[in-house]
């Protein structure tokens, strides 16, 4: 029912494809032939989609402010490549643990230092590698004190517009924040908030609250962080409609009703998006001397990622549902942790070329042994019978769907990774692991 928008993006005739690994490849026509180079179960990065997603955020940048302040939200994607590629655009990146920190180290020390229950370790190792650290609480910013060294932070404020959110610091609690800086060795960047929505106008309303509130204390900040939440259309405005308009439980193998859903379609998303928040803000702020931060995820990893699964059999049940087994699972891609469900259809990729048109609904299982084992519940409509060694590609998976899930259940290994870059007129493939190696 729901096509990606560009879901034929990777579907083209790669002349030349030279890989490690893979002896170089002339002609490569064939779909099926390029994704079966892939280890599968497999999840793919499109290096340069991510660096044109970033270019487009930098144009914005440059027609309201003076500097482009874009920091990646690495819990998006685990890629070290994504990481290498984000730094060479003068990219930051946003972390949430000392983990993604030491990743992020190896590339840029251009950092934002986020989560809710920074340890002693990670907050050292944020200080004396001279990262901006975003406070959550208090008591945080007190054991920041107490390591004694110079240290940038922002303060990440909890209730604005009204809506307390269990991250941040209290608006109440600002002055005690602001006495505890005025008598160390801190300095205050600026603050920084999350809206737990997808909200333009929250966004620009949470922006003006802040400025009040740097009005009534008299302070000189830098930087007012706006976290992530920018809307990316996965798919059309038809599209996603009529799904809403057609959806409920008779879609769904075992009525497994979803009804919740990221918005797959917003009216102004991406840098679109961007440009409607900068536009209503960028007079006041430049006045100021304020400069925006942004931290974007999904946005930023617009088809961007795939994810490819081998067909191991078809499924009839005793109740004429038809269930695809793949050699994916749950725990590789799914929304479900949002009690959810990926909304972009997959392809299926005939090993044989089949051209045979039958249709048939079928829902998508994986290689667990728990019940729960569906990476996609919904009945997909496919044009011809799945079989053994067929590939399903599911599209726009960078963002969260990769790795959000991950687990080695049943001591399955973590899908592997690969990065495919255009290099003069070859597409280079390499593991992704190999761009964390010094």
Same mark, same amino acid.
């Given at each position: 029912?729901?096509?990606?928008?560009?879901?034929?993006?990777?579907? %083209?005739?790669?002349?030349?494809?030279?890989?490690?690994?893979?002896?170089?490849?002339?002609?490569?026509? =064939?779909?099926?032939?390029?994704?079966?180079?892939?280890?599968?179960?497999?999840?793919?990065?499109?290096?340069?989609?991510?660096?044109?997603?970033?270019?487009?955020?930098?144009?914005?940048?440059t027609q309201y402010f003076s500097r482009e302040n874009i920091f990646f939200?690495?819990?998006?994607?685990?890629?070290?490549?994504?990481?290498?590629?984000?730094?060479?655009?003068?990219?930051?990146?946003?972390?949430?643990?000392?983990? =993604?920190?030491?990743?992020?180290?190896?590339?840029?020390? #251009?950092?934002?230092?986020?989560?809710?229950?920074?340890?002693?370790?990670?907050? #050292?190792?944020?200080?004396?590698?001279?990262?901006?650290?975003?406070?959550?609480?208090?008591?945080?910013?007190?054991?920041?004190?107490?390591?004694?060294?110079?240290?940038?932070?922002?303060?990440? *404020?909890?209730? $604005?517009? /009204?809506?307390?959110?269990?991250?941040?610091?209290?608006?109440? +609690?600002?002055?005690?924040?602001?006495?505890?800086?005025?008598?160390?060795?801190?300095?205050?960047? /600026?603050?920084?908030?999350?809206?737990?929505?997808?909200?333009?106008?929250?966004?620009?309303?949470?922006?003006?609250?802040? %400025?009040?509130?740097? @009005?009534?204390?008299?302070?000189? !900040?830098?930087?007012?962080?706006?976290?992530?939440?920018?809307?990316?259309?996965?798919?059309?405005?038809?599209?996603?409609?009529?799904?809403?308009? +057609?959806?409920?439980?008779?879609m769904y193998f075992k009525e497994h009703f979803i009804d919740d859903y990221?918005?797959?379609?917003?009216?102004?998303?991406?840098?679109?998006?961007?440009?409607?928040?900068?536009?209503?803000?960028?007079?006041?702020?430049?006045?100021?001397?304020?400069?925006?931060? *942004?931290?974007? /995820?999904?946005? $930023?990893?617009?088809?961007?990622?795939?994810? !490819?699964?081998?067909?191991?059999?078809?499924?009839?049940?005793?109740?004429?549902?038809? !269930?695809?087994?793949?050699?994916?699972?749950?725990?590789?891609?799914?929304? +479900?942790?949002?009690?959810?469900?990926?909304?972009?259809?997959?392809?299926?990729?005939?090993?044989?070329?089949?051209?045979?048109?039958?249709?048939?609904?079928?829902? %998508?299982?994986?290689?667990?042994?728990?019940?729960?084992?569906?990476?996609?519940?919904?009945?997909?409509?496919? @044009?011809?019978?799945?079989?053994? /060694?067929?590939?399903?590609?599911?599209?726009?998976?960078?963002?969260?769907?990769?790795?959000?899930?991950?687990?080695?259940?049943?001591?399955?290994?973590?899908?592997?990774?690969? %990065?495919?870059?255009?290099? @003069?007129?070859?597409?280079?493939?390499?593991? @992704? #692991?190999?761009?964390?190696?010094?």
């Amino acid at each position: 029912m729901l096509r990606e928008i560009g879901d034929d993006i990777y579907m %083209v005739n790669y002349s030349k494809v030279s890989a490690e690994n893979y002896e170089c490849l002339e002609c490569l026509a =064939e779909a099926y032939n390029l994704f079966a180079l892939f280890d599968t179960p497999a999840n793919v990065i499109f290096a340069d989609q991510f660096i044109s997603n970033i270019v487009k955020f930098k144009d914005i940048f440059t027609q309201y402010f003076s500097r482009e302040n874009i920091f990646f939200s690495c819990k998006c994607n685990k890629s070290y490549a994504l990481l290498k590629y984000a730094s060479e655009q003068n990219c930051g990146v946003e972390v949430s643990s000392n983990y =993604e920190l030491n990743d992020a180290l190896k590339f840029t020390n #251009k950092i934002i230092a986020s989560g809710p229950a920074k340890d002693a370790i990670y907050l #050292k190792n944020s200080i004396d590698n001279n990262v901006v650290i975003s406070v959550d609480d208090i008591e945080e910013l007190k054991q920041i004190k107490e390591i004694n060294k110079p240290v940038n932070v922002l303060l990440r *404020i909890s209730d $604005l517009l /009204g809506k307390v959110s269990r991250f941040g610091i209290n608006l109440n +609690q600002i002055d005690s924040c602001l006495d505890i800086i005025s008598n160390s060795l801190i300095q205050l960047d /600026g603050f920084s908030f999350h809206i737990n929505n997808y909200s333009l106008n929250d966004r620009v309303d949470a922006i003006n609250q802040v %400025v009040q509130l740097i @009005d009534s204390k008299n302070i000189n !900040i830098k930087y007012i962080d706006i976290g992530g939440g920018i809307p990316t259309n996965y798919c059309t405005k038809e599209d996603y409609n009529n799904f809403l308009k +057609q959806n409920n439980k008779d879609m769904y193998f075992k009525e497994h009703f979803i009804d919740d859903y990221y918005p797959y379609y917003s009216e102004i998303a991406d840098e679109k998006a961007l440009d409607y928040i900068f536009r209503k803000v960028y007079k006041k702020l430049n006045k100021m001397n304020i400069e925006i931060i *942004i931290e974007p /995820g999904r946005s $930023l990893l617009k088809n961007v990622g795939i994810s !490819i699964y081998q067909v191991q059999y078809m499924k009839h049940l005793c109740n004429e549902d038809n !269930i695809i087994v793949t050699n994916g699972n749950i725990n590789c891609l799914s929304e +479900q942790w949002f009690n959810s469900d990926y909304l972009i259809e997959p392809k299926l990729i005939s090993k044989d070329n089949c051209n045979c048109k039958t249709n048939i609904l079928a829902s %998508v299982a994986g290689n667990l042994c728990l019940e729960q084992d569906m990476i996609t519940w919904r009945k997909i409509k496919f @044009d011809f019978i799945p079989k053994k /060694g067929d590939l399903l590609v599911y599209y726009n998976t960078a963002g969260y769907q990769m790795d959000s899930n991950e687990s080695e259940f049943h001591k399955i290994p973590l899908v592997k990774k690969y %990065v495919v870059k255009k290099i @003069d007129d070859k597409y280079v493939i390499k593991e @992704d #692991k190999k761009y964390g190696c010094k």
